[in-house]
């Protein structure tokens, strides 16, 4: 989900636990003819004058009314539908994306996850997802205590990369997500601790969230949370009682529309509707090159305001106060589109203050240690720290838009090239390769992969950094984020991509790094002191990368990454051990087509990220004795800084700095 509203409780007042006329007559006279001819001529004239005169008075009026400010928050919800009869192409056009179905009710034809009654162990509870009737439900049972809980599902949220689902419980109007969620892609049920950034053995319930205090924001149009016992847990803890706004808290919710409709980026149109039942005024905006006040045009707005409205939900936030949480919580957010976000939010950064009694930690490891976002959600402070933003027009809609391209990231082919970029940079694509040192037409000459490189986790993916910028090891090595060279050359360090940029664009480009931030050598192997020595993000991040299209290495070159990847198989957090698994069955199948047959696909394809600690030892156990039984003569000797023998196994220096990485890291991600 690629944006969720950050509305930390409202805790430093609550405690912190747990919308032509016709005539008649006759004429007597004999000589009718010639009058008839007469005054017909003549009533034709004046009608026609008339007319006229009529027709430039109301499109006078229609002018006028052009002309006249409109504030567009002032106008209610009309919905989709309204905007169908005068809009299709363009509803159409909404209507096959993602945001649409961000929140649906849990009909038959929304729900994608199989409810066929098969049972999903974890960490001691049994999930079984069942439909009955057309109606989903998810049962519960602890096999520890006995207890057992079930849920009918009321609504998903998500239909791209996962689905989660929404249930209220007897006699709340609150709706709960519950903790486990369909992945679309992969066919199956994950639990949210493999989803999110959580370590083993986090609470089983741990996610189980309140959807009217959070999902709501982003996720629909025109949403109200309608927070109503503020007051009464205000008082409860006057007397000093404990009270939990997670627990306590009650909603009578209400949206204008479920999932990420028309009024999201146009505002509010009831009164545009209205207006425009007028064919008249239809007529004059079609006809003229006005614009219609009452409503807003995302693509008019001048660059600041574009990257304002897709902020509302693509730039986590926060209230100015606590005042403000309490505002969002009861009435729903101030902001609409074409306002200033700042105005009505603080967007979260690295140091933003927290209200007393919240984790004082809480934003601070959703950042790189420079300030660059390293989750989803946060485009919107990447873009604003991009020069192309701060010193040019870039803006969300000079790549992405909703009614053109693929869903699949709302970006039409040619903003998937160089000539996303090109279109600016004209001297660049004049001659690409002076540019990039690197073949035009090869990976190495990518805009996106040095300038935007795959750096931010969320929904279970690794995606491109919105911070616009260009490579820089010193920095990234001070920072701990991925760097752009060593992402693409899997095998080498941040000094070597230190000494190649200093090379090609002088010593300004390429600073020698003083240290990494997790204690490396700077000799490392940057993915392999990364997945050695990182935290749960940067591990994250660099057991995926190595398996990046871009990279220039064929699968032999790449083998020496084999011990690692098996390494993080054993990792602490399931994020992980997913896309270590990930790239170690794409690597493998490379190997197996280059006749390097080791049998390690099938243990591989049997190991669940999310099975038992026995059951993954066993396996990982298997994939290790195959690796070490192996004829691994054909390959090439492991490049320096991977920290292995000759024969590619681990060496002493690796363990040691795998045991001295913190742990465990929680990284709340926020949604």
Not at 167 to 172: E, L, Q
Not at 217 to 229: A, K
Not at 360 to 389: H, K, M, N
Request: hydrophobic share 40%.
């Amino acid at each position: 989900m690629t944006g969720a509203c950050e509305t930390p409780p409202p805790t430093s007042r609550l405690g912190t636990e747990g919308s032509a006329l016709p005539f008649s007559g006759r004429l007597a006279h004999v000589s009718w003819r010639p009058i008839v001819l007469r005054w017909g001529a003549a009533g034709a004239v004046l009608a026609v004058s008339g007319g006229v005169a009529l027709l430039s008075g109301a499109r006078s009026v229609v002018a006028d009314d052009l002309q006249r400010p409109f504030a567009v928050r002032q106008a209610g919800w009309a919905g989709s539908t309204t905007c169908k009869s005068c809009h299709p192409d363009h509803h159409a056009s909404w209507h096959r994306t993602f945001h649409r179905t961000m929140t649906q009710d849990a009909t038959a034809g929304a729900v994608a996850g199989a409810f066929d009654g098969r049972t999903v162990r974890y960490q001691g509870v049994d999930a079984r997802p069942v439909e009955r009737d057309g109606r989903f439900f998810l049962e519960f049972a602890d096999l520890a205590s006995g207890r057992t809980a079930v849920f009918e599902i009321e609504r998903t949220v998500g239909s791209r990369r996962y689905q989660q689902y929404l249930a209220r419980r007897p006699g709340d109007p609150n709706f709960y997500r519950l903790p486990l969620l369909w992945h679309i892609g992969e066919r199956r049920w994950v639990h949210l601790n493999g989803a999110f950034l959580g370590a083993d053995g986090e609470d089983y319930w741990a996610h189980f969230a309140t959807w009217n205090a959070n999902c709501i924001f982003c996720h629909n149009t025109g949403p109200e949370p309608g927070l109503r016992n503020y007051p009464a847990m205000m008082d409860r803890q006057s007397r000093g009682e404990p009270v939990s706004f997670d627990r306590d808290a009650r909603f009578e919710s209400h949206v204008a529309e479920l999932g990420v409709a028309c009024e999201s980026c146009h505002g509010p149109a009831s009164e545009h509707a209205r207006r425009n039942r007028n064919p008249l005024r239809r007529y004059v905006l079609h006809a003229g090159a006005r614009r219609d006040p009452t409503i807003v045009h995302p693509e008019a707005l001048p660059p600041e305001r574009q990257v304002d409205l897709c902020g509302q939900c693509h730039g986590q936030r926060t209230g100015h106060s606590v005042d403000d949480l309490v505002g969002w919580m009861e009435n729903g957010p101030t902001f609409r589109a074409g306002d200033r976000l700042a105005d009505h939010v603080q967007p979260v950064w690295r140091d933003t203050p927290v209200p007393p009694g919240v984790d004082p930690e809480l934003f601070r490891p959703r950042f790189w240690a420079d300030g660059t976002p390293r989750l989803t959600a946060y485009e919107y402070q990447g873009i604003v720290q991009s020069p192309c933003f701060q010193r040019g027009e870039l803006s969300c809609l000079s790549c992405h838009t909703m009614h053109e391209g693929d869903v699949r990231g709302q970006l039409q082919p040619a903003m998937r090239t160089q000539a996303a970029c090109i279109n600016c940079h004209r001297g660049i694509g004049a001659d690409v390769q002076a540019h990039t040192h690197h073949l035009p037409d090869g990976p190495g000459s990518n805009c996106y992969g040095c300038h935007m490189p795959r750096a931010v986790y969320g929904i279970m993916e690794i995606h491109r950094s919105h911070r616009i910028e260009s490579p820089d090891a010193a920095r990234d090595a001070a920072a701990g984020r991925p760097d752009a060279c060593t992402s693409c050359h899997v095998d080498r360090s941040l000094a070597w991509a230190a000494r190649s940029t200093a090379a090609w664009w002088g010593p300004s480009r390429g600073r020698a790094p003083g240290t990494r931030a997790e204690g490396a050598d700077l000799e490392t192997v940057d993915v392999v002191a990364s997945l050695a020595a990182g935290d749960p993000l940067q591990r994250a991040v660099a057991a995926r990368v190595v398996d990046v299209e871009e990279t220039p290495l064929p699968a032999r070159h790449r083998a020496f990454l084999i011990p690692h990847l098996l390494l993080a198989l054993e990792d602490d957090y399931p994020a992980v051990r997913r896309f270590a698994a990930m790239s170690l069955a794409s690597l493998v199948a490379e190997l197996e087509a280059d006749g390097f047959a080791w049998g390690l696909a099938e243990p591989l394809a049997e190991l669940d990220f999310l099975a038992t600690p026995g059951e993954r030892q066993r396996r990982v156990a298997e994939l290790w004795r195959r690796w070490r039984a192996a004829d691994r003569a054909g390959l090439p000797p492991p490049p320096a800084g991977a920290l292995l023998t000759a024969d590619l196994l681990p060496l002493p220096v690796l363990e040691a700095l795998r045991a001295g990485r913190r742990r465990p890291q929680e990284i709340n991600i926020g949604e």
